[in-house]
């Protein structure tokens, strides 16, 4: 049996998760990480995307959609996450017209102001990842 870990995650509206877990694979700004019980102890940022928490003794993992925020490891992992959604609490429809919206105003307004560019770009990104997430996430960490 593969060793646990205690796993929260928070945003500033809820609780979202808390559990053992195995593993957890979350989205940096660098590239996907994933962390196990016993890793050695950091804080990385997250980038807007998925996250994959596989519970202990399952085989699928548990996707949702994140908006940024920083994961603590340490000898239990916590997830400081601007949002989450599981994939039942996305509205999808109003995912791709937001998404599409923002992508029209970028199209638009190629010369504001750069923190406005970032944070449209930002937004899209999201957008991209709650899309995903309703949809069943990407396809290659289904099951382990």
Same mark, same amino acid.
């Given at each position: ?18 559990g053992d877990i195995e593993m957890v694979i979350v989205k940096t700004p660098s590239g996907e990480e994933g962390f ?40 239990d992992f916590i997830v400081y996450a601007d949002a989450a959604e599981w994939p039942e609490e996305i509205d999808k ?24 560019? /970032?944070?449209? %770009? ?12 309703? /949809?069943?996430?990407?396809?290659? %960490?289904?099951?382990?």
């Amino acid at each position: 049996m593969a060793k646990s870990v205690k796993l929260q995650v928070l945003t500033p509206d809820r609780m979202f998760y808390s559990g053992d877990i195995e593993m957890v694979i979350v989205k940096t700004p660098s590239g996907e990480e994933g962390f196990m019980a016993h890793h050695a102890w950091s804080c990385k940022l997250l980038a807007p995307g998925e996250i994959w928490i596989q519970e202990v003794g399952a085989k699928n993992f548990k996707v949702a959609a994140t908006a940024g925020g920083f994961i603590d490891i340490k000898d239990d992992f916590i997830v400081y996450a601007d949002a989450a959604e599981w994939p039942e609490e996305i509205d999808k429809t109003r995912a791709i017209t937001h998404q599409e919206e923002v992508e029209r105003w970028l199209v638009e307004h190629p010369h504001d102001e750069p923190d406005d560019i /970032a944070a449209a %770009r930002r937004s899209v990104v999201k957008q991209k990842a709650r899309v995903r997430v309703a /949809a069943g996430g990407s396809s290659s %960490r289904r099951t382990r």
